[in-house]
């Protein structure tokens, strides 16, 4: 049996007492999932270690052996959304119009998939310390950067009528963030008409031939 001490208090863990299976690759992953739902769910501000640690099924004490604190369950999930992300993107070839039809669907799609983890990234930054916001926010920028390139060539080619590439790319993005903010399922729209009809309206706002 091991005594750990945390803010003045004493917690016994036993590591055979884990149950069947619990290991740092098991143990680990449930704790960010856990930790993912009660931050989507309720805020980071709101949540404490010991709501994690119920969720999981582990004493307060014992979920300190996986994770040091709060903010890094907060950047460790927002970092991995992010490096996910950037993954599952790619680096797409082809002429710019190709290109942006494939970006406004992969990011629509990509974000209705990964609601909670979309939510975290965009409503927690501002929960982060000066060091992990600079980590996120340069991982962001690399995204947001793919899509400025493909603005950029585009102009560039005359199939884009552009007049600030980053305005228009932030504008894009926002307007293709929004969508996890109405889209129901069961809604009027599907999801494939959903996907046509921002690729329409982005081709609209830069003006593509």
Known sequence: MATLVL????YNHTPMARRTGSSAEVTGPRIRAAALRLFARHGYAAVSMRQIATEVGLQAGALYLYTPDKQTL????????????????????????????????????????HADEVFLSYMELRNLEPANFAVIESLRRRYEDQLSQIL???????????????LATMAIIAMLNGVNTWYRQSGRLSREEVLALHETMAKSMIGAR
């Open 7 to 10: 803010n003045g208090r004493s």
């Open 74 to 113: 907060l950047f460790e999930l927002l970092r991995g959304h992010m490096e996910d992300l950037l993954a599952a993107y790619g680096t797409p070839d082809g002429p710019p119009e190709a290109r942006l039809r494939q970006f406004v669907r992969f990011h629509i799609a990509y974000n209705l998939d």
């Open 152 to 166: 950029r060539d585009g102009a560039g080619l005359g199939a884009f009528q552009i007049a600030d590439v980053r």
